[in-house]
């Protein structure tokens, strides 16, 4: 059966990004396309999508849905670290409208071999970059105690980190840890209970946020992004976890050619949450140019 990623505050993302026939948007995070092609649809035959992603595979799958729509759209494989060269690289000084939706997408969690779940058996792996040297099973099996322990408090919030990491260590100086499943046990015999969220989320969270630098891309997003927008218009971004969450409101009130469009964070409809689990802890923060 097809995965097909459905995307999170799909109607919000539109209604904010107040997007016009003719407008030239970049979805920084387009995986497979599930904003784009509504936002393809919206601009028009005069307007111009510019899709950027780290992984290949979703780039593959956003060409083929977007394709059917129009072709006024190019992919770019990279971080939206490098939005301003990816602009540039295109001959794009300014635009009308950014989205990024920060989420991993259905089909890297439901591909056991790209190694993001601890419900699929696979190889530790997480890259969103499949080119990319460093994989989750290098950190887990190359890392000293101390820094295992920093990154799953860090990138978790998890509070049995330290237990955590001596646990991993331990159980590494039998055996490499390769996969998802072997991982999961090691962090699970850490906890004397399961409670509703299983024992491995946060350090699994964790681990996916040092392999791919999510954080310092994002903050290097954030700072890049108001430089390219247009006057008037306006950046929409979706986050996950209070990590995100937190570096996005920081940098929309620091930055001073920003305003706020809305103060209180934007969260999903109790109905969208029960068609689609996954979008319950998602958060949505816009800003406009001065």
């Not at 111009?48 to 979703?58: C, N, T, V």
């Not at 971004?237 to 995100?244: G, T």
Request: with cysteine.
């Amino acid at each position: 059966m097809e995965i097909i990623h459905t995307p999170v505050m799909l109607n919000e993302s539109l209604e904010y990004l107040n997007i016009k026939p003719g407008d030239t948007i970049v979805d920084c995070t387009i995986g497979e396309g599930g904003h784009s092609v509504e936002i393809l649809k919206r601009i028009g035959e005069r307007g111009f999508l510019i899709g950027i992603d780290k992984d290949e595979d979703a780039l593959s799958r956003a060409r083929n849905r977007l394709s059917v729509i129009g072709n006024n759209f190019v992919l770019v494989h990279n971080t939206f670290a490098d939005l301003s060269d990816v602009l540039k690289d295109l001959s794009v000084k300014q635009v009308h409208g950014i989205i990024a939706d920060l989420g991993i997408s259905s089909l890297q969690l439901h591909k056991a071999e790209r190694g993001f779940s601890f419900m699929k058996d696979g190889p530790l792996d997480m890259r969103m970059n499949q080119k990319a040297v460093i994989t989750a099973s290098v950190l887990v099996n190359s890392l000293t105690e101390s820094e295992l322990a920093d990154i799953i408090y860090y990138y978790g919030e998890e509070h049995l980190a330290r237990r955590i990491a001596k646990a991993i260590v331990a159980y590494r100086k039998k055996k490499r840890i390769e996969t998802t499943s072997e991982l999961a046990h090691v962090v699970e015999s850490v906890y004397k209970r399961r409670g509703r969220i299983n024992p491995a989320t946060k350090t699994f969270q964790a681990l996916r946020i040092a392999v791919n630098n999510e954080l310092n891309d994002l903050e290097k997003f954030l700072k890049e992004a108001p430089l390219v927008l247009n006057k008037g218009s306006r950046i929409v971004v979706i986050s996950y976890h209070s990590l995100e969450d937190r570096i996005i409101k920081r940098a929309f009130i620091n930055n001073p050619v920003l305003k706020r469009i809305n103060k209180k964070v934007i969260v999903p409809a109790r109905e969208e949450v029960i068609a689609n689990p996954r979008a319950r802890s998602a958060k949505m923060r816009v800003a406009e140019r001065l």
